[in-house]
T-cell receptor, first 115, second 114 residues
Framework: AQSVTQLGSHVSVSEGALVLLRCNYS??????LFWYVQYPNQGLQLLLK??????LVKGINGFEAEFKKSETSFHLTKPSAHMSDAAEYFC?????????????FGSGTQLTVLP | NAGVTQTPKFQVLKTGQSMTLQCAQD?????MYWYRQDPGMGLRLIYY???????DKGEVPNGYNVSRLNKREFSLRLESAAPSQTSVYFC?????????????FGPGTRLTVL
């Protein structure tokens, strides 16, 4: 069964600093991986997705993630944090289960950006 | 193009009451999903519908029922609400044949059961 683990339920960075949110996956087949962002009191919005076309994936709002098969990781980064990046971030893996593909989510990482 | 819409946005119930959460999507997607979100637990799948006319249980189906009314609409019913069902509920949709199953989410319903 596929699963994802997000290391660190809370991450704080200063404005302008590097953002690094960690995600490790477990999958018996080549995975399809996603990062979603959730702003306060809103639904989830797709940041980026890995679909095996390229190991470095660029998403919206300056975020990117690198797929590393040897480390089973898909960490999310942004070179310079902005106050508007404060949100909860979820890593997810897509797997076929039952009659449809399903997403399995990590437990989330709350990002705080300090002025 | 509204995407995925959910009603109501907020609801307070007493233990034992029933209610239906409504979800609709205008993206012509075949698959629809209901999740609950609890602090520190990410999103957990309650039920899903791979296509119109079919529904399947997810990870946490107990205490819930669903109806895929048509291709656009997928409702979630709590027959006898319990405090453990206090949560934020999200509906999502995706292309059934999409290899990657990119899902699009609604804004959520915040439910409190007293």
């Amino acid at each position: 069964a596929q699963s994802v683990t997000q290391l660190g339920s809370h991450v704080s960075v200063s404005e302008g600093a590097l953002v690094l949110l960690r995600c490790n996956y477990s999958s018996s087949v080549p995975p399809y991986l996603f990062w979603y962002v959730q702003y306060p009191n809103q639904g989830l919005q797709l940041l980026l997705k890995y679909t095996s076309a390229a190991t470095l994936v660029k998403g919206i709002n300056g975020f990117e993630a690198e797929f590393k098969k040897s480390e089973t990781s898909f960490h999310l980064t942004k070179p310079s944090a902005h106050m508007s990046d404060a949100a909860e971030y979820f890593c997810a893996v897509s797997a076929f289960s039952g009659s449809a593909r399903q997403l399995t989510f990590g437990s989330g990482t709350q990002l705080t950006v300090l002025p | 193009n509204a995407g995925v819409t959910q009603t109501p946005k907020f609801q307070v119930l007493k233990t034992g009451q029933s209610m239906t959460l409504q979800c609709a999507q205008d993206m012509n997607h075949n698959s629809m999903y209901w999740y609950r979100q609890d602090p520190g637990m990410g999103l957990r799948l309650i039920y899903y519908s791979a296509s119109e006319g079919t529904t399947d249980k997810g990870e946490v189906p107990n205490g819930y029922n669903v109806s895929r009314l048509n291709k656009r609409e997928f409702s979630l019913r709590l027959e006898s609400a319990a405090p453990s069902q206090t949560s934020v509920y999200f509906c999502a949709s995706s292309e059934a044949d999409g290899r990657y199953n990119e899902q699009f989410f609604g804004p959520g319903t915040r439910l409190t059961v007293l």
